[in-house]
């Protein structure tokens, strides 16, 4: 199984200021059709995941444009430009190139 | 608009068995393959199942092989969880998820199971 491993696991951050999390592979997530299957996942407190990114880089409808997402290949980050209240939970990534479909460990996002 | 509810979690001793159901709308759920993620109290996500959209092709997490079964009734837009020989680490809320771009981009809010040691 691919293994995926975020840092920080915890992260505190200033309101308005910006937020980054990593996300590393066990191995590449380049899959046979040349796309790279890397989500993020947002759960806020209480609430159902809800996919912020995927295909590393590509919003989904909806997401504000302080989430952008970078990478290639086995290493991968979100970004979140100005952090908001509303941005306080737990953050995932999850790689969808093989079976099973396997997330990091979540990156605890609160405010200082 | 969009939206999976899933029902049918419940307390079950272990050893026992439970039948999950997640209904779906306002998409095409014929073309679509669906998921079922688990999340065990504080803990993070595991991808249990999934099923193609025709439901030829099912995928499971070694954990569950041979104890739980994915299934699909396009006719009636719902897919379900076959839970058997239900452990004391099965307790988790379940939720299912309809697939996108090797993603998930719809999700229920999610069914608890638990199986009291």
């Known amino acids: 199984d691919v293994v995926m491993t975020q840092s920080p696991l915890s992260l505190p951050v200033t309101l308005g200021q910006p937020a980054s999390i990593s996300c590393r592979s066990s191995q590449s997530l380049v899959y046979s059709d040349g796309n790279t299957y890397l989500n993020w996942f947002q759960q806020r407190p209480g609430q159902s995941p809800r996919r912020l990114i995927y295909k590393i880089s590509y919003r989904d409808s909806g997401v504000p444009d302080r989430f952008s997402g970078s990478g290639s290949g086995t290493d991968f980050t979100l970004k979140i430009s100005r952090v908001e209240a509303e941005d306080v939970g737990v953050y995932y990534c999850?790689?969808?190139?093989?079976?099973?479909?396997?997330f990091g460990q979540g990156t605890k996002v609160e405010i200082k | 608009q969009v939206q999976l509810v899933e029902s049918g979690g419940g307390v079950v001793q272990p050893g026992g068995s439970l039948r999950l159901s997640c209904a779906a709308s306002g998409f095409t759920f014929i073309s679509y393959a669906m998921h079922w993620v688990r999340q065990a109290p504080g803990k993070g996500l595991e991808c249990v199942a999934l099923?193609?959209?025709?439901?030829?092709?099912?995928y499971y997490v070694d954990s569950v092989k041979g104890r739980f079964t994915i299934a699909r009734d396009n006719s009636k837009n719902t897919l379900y969880l076959h839970m058997n020989s239900l452990r004391v680490e099965d307790t988790a809320m379940y939720y299912c998820?309809?697939?996108?771009?090797?993603?998930?981009?719809?999700w229920g809010q999610g069914t608890t199971v638990t199986v009291p040691s």
């Open positions: 099923i193609s959209s025709d439901g030829s092709n099912k």
């Open positions: 998820a309809k697939d996108s771009m090797g993603g998930m981009d719809v």
């Open positions: 999850m790689q969808g190139s093989q079976w099973p479909r396997t």
